[in-house]
């Protein structure tokens, strides 16, 4: 149990160009879910947090209008990078909070981006 | 949420226990430790995590201090499939809809050597 799935695993774009990224639970309802991001050899770093059916809460130095976050229902969210550009290349991790049960966060396979 | 401290690396040698230390002095009453890996390339596993008592699941064990301000993750049979970064979190565990934020340090790379 407790699997998040990411599409696509790895997406190569030109710049300019808008991407998506869904993050799934599979078999468990997630009221919460955050984004993260890790370039290499770095450690991950917290993007934001989404909550089904309300505006994702940004950490501080992310911009809000280029990574747009929808959690439209309690097993999918979705990140978009909008107008990527190549600083925007890095490994995009989602994880999941199954409901109701607060302790444990279940993270996703991670999704790599290249923009050239 | 406190900060943790953790050695950069250590090596283990195959089919033995692999003991990874983590530092959490400025601890809450009510965070948790929490650990996690991250193999090459992929998302983080959930290991274990524990409040004040030891834990262990069929993936490790969690000894916490008595003062809570240090723990120890033990993986009693190393594979070479164990290599990866080891993560410990502390966390406040909120129960009742508030949203809690796992934040990364920079972890222990844990290099399991045949």
């Known amino acids: 149990g407790a699997v998040v799935s990411q599409h696509p695993s790895r997406v190569i774009c030109k710049s300019g160009t808008s991407v998506k990224i869904e993050c799934r639970s599979l078999?468990?309802?997630?009221?919460?879910m955050f984004w993260y991001r890790q370039f290499p050899k770095q450690s991950l770093m917290l993007m934001a947090t989404?909550?089904?059916?309300?505006?994702?809460?940004?950490e501080q130095g992310v911009e809000k209008d280029k990574f747009l976050i929808n959690h439209a229902s309690l097993t999918l969210s979705t990140l978009t990078v909008t107008s990527a550009h190549p600083e925007d290349s890095s490994f995009y991790i989602c994880?999941?909070?199954?409901?109701?049960?607060?302790?444990?966060?279940?993270f996703g396979p991670g999704t790599r981006l290249l923009v050239l | 949420d406190a900060k943790t401290t953790q050695p950069t690396s250590m090596d283990c040698a195959e089919g033995r226990a692999a003991n990874l230390p983590c530092n959490h002095s400025t601890i809450s009453g009510n965070e948790y430790v929490y650990w996690y890996r991250q193999i090459h390339s992929q998302g983080p596993q959930y290991i274990i995590h524990?409040?004040?008592n030891n834990e262990t699941n069929e993936m490790a064990s969690l000894i916490i201090t008595e003062d809570r301000k240090s723990s120890t993750l033990i993986l009693p049979h190393a594979t070479l499939r164990d290599t990866a970064v080891y993560y410990c979190?502390?966390?406040?565990?909120?129960?009742?809809?508030?949203?809690?934020?796992?934040?990364f340090g920079t972890g222990t790379l844990l290099a399991v050597q045949p």
């Open positions: 989404s909550n089904e059916g309300s505006k994702a809460t940004y």
């Open positions: 994880s999941a909070q199954p409901s109701g049960f607060q302790e444990t966060q279940y």
């Open positions: 524990g409040l004040k």
């Open positions: 979190i502390v966390r406040v565990a909120w129960y009742g809809g508030a949203t809690n934020k796992l934040i």
């Open positions: 078999d468990f309802q997630a009221t919460t």
